[in-house]
């Protein structure tokens, strides 16, 4: 490759299929308090958010009272109704452990995710792929979440570091959400939508659009980073 740099991935909805089972897991951790989600309401408007932005902005948007002790609570709660539904099975798209190690044997590959650490790193782990990443952007490692541009920037940054010729127009960002990919564009980088989660004409501006990474190729990031930004 002599255009391609490097490659950072959203996390769910891109590797894993895991949207539906953080949906189901924050529908039972609210419902604990008589509080109902629609999977309607969740992918139209919290799907980009990272666990403590979703429960802060639905209390924003029903004029909720949730203090941070509040929200902690229920990321707790969250987190451990997700973990037992994840628990004993693969949950990653078809292709994308091959297309992951395809990319990582050629670029140093990356994750920037709103999810939190130990979910990213246990669905990894099981699947023989947790060595093949450069470095791991989670739920707060960033003071703000996508659609910030502050996970995507931290990542490249600290890619960045082991190889100080990068530059963000030459690393492609892949994402399945308009959230994700404002956050790479905000950092530079070139952006490649997913529709695992989103039609193409819900995913915004983005410059190459494939039905998931088992339908992109290496050479289709080559090209594209081949063109100046």
């Known amino acids: 490759m002599n255009h391609l740099q490097a490659i950072v991935f959203d996390f769910d909805g891109v590797i894993a299929n895991s949207e539906p089972l953080h949906l189901n897991a924050f529908q039972e951790a609210l419902a604990d308090d008589g509080i109902e989600l629609s999977a309607a309401d969740y992918f139209h408007r919290y799907l980009g958010y990272d666990d403590v932005g979703m429960f802060e902005a639905l209390a924003r948007d029903r004029g909720l009272q949730m203090n941070p002790g509040k929200v902690t609570e229920l990321v707790t709660r969250k987190g451990v109704k997700l973990q037992a539904m994840l628990h004993g099975g693969s949950v990653l798209f ?48 960033t003071p703000q979440s996508k659609p910030s541009p502050a996970p995507y920037r931290l990542a490249f940054e600290r890619l960045q570091q082991m190889s100080r010729d990068l530059e963000a127009w030459r690393c492609v960002a892949i994402e399945d959400s308009r959230w994700g990919l404002e956050s790479a564009r905000g950092a530079g980088l070139r952006c490649v939508g997913v529709t695992n989660s989103y039609p193409a004409e819900q995913l915004g501006p983005v410059e190459l659009v494939v039905s998931g990474l088992d339908a992109l190729t290496l050479e289709q990031l080559e090209e594209l980073c081949s063109l100046k930004a």
């Open 94 to 141: 078809p292709g994308a452990a091959d297309f992951i190690r395809r990319a990582a044997a050629t670029v140093p590959i990356a994750i920037a995710s709103g999810a939190l650490r130990h979910e990213i790193d246990d669905i990894i782990a099981a699947a023989g792929l947790a060595e093949l990443f450069t470095t791991i952007v989670a739920s707060g490692d």
